[in-house]
DNA sequence: AACATGACGCGTC
DNA sequence: GGACGCGCCATGT
């Protein structure tokens, strides 16, 4: 079995498309479940230079401490607040529960919904 | 080529 | 919880 050449950031973009509404998941994991390991500072690159027209849920994606890596008060920060919020996801002090919001993506999901 | 910068993670104190 | 330090590595200067 050989992985397909799909471009790593386009792994990731793939990854995150997948996460389901209500639901949350870490930047770590997400490279984890990209196949890259250790890169999740790869991944918020990934989403920053995600195409404009891409329609992922980037707000679903926040750092493994459950928060949102935005600093308070800034536009985006702001906006990921309101898009969590939208989709019925408690968030206190810009931190979500991880125990009651956290994606565990099962093996059928990754195998058939994912090109590598 | 060298250095700085990140929508991060993890261990330690 | 918070603050540091270090690891990670593609990008930009």
Redesign the pocket.
Known sequence: MTQKPVL??ARIWHVVALIPKGKVI???KIADLAGLP????????A??LAPANMPLP?HR?I???GKI??AKNTP?FIEQLQLLRSEDIQVNHGRVKLCEHEWRPDLATLVFELPF
């Open positions: 790593p950031m870490s930047y770590g250790g890169r999740a500072r790869y991944v918020s690159r989403l920053k980037w994606v750092n493994s401490q890596s935005f985006a």
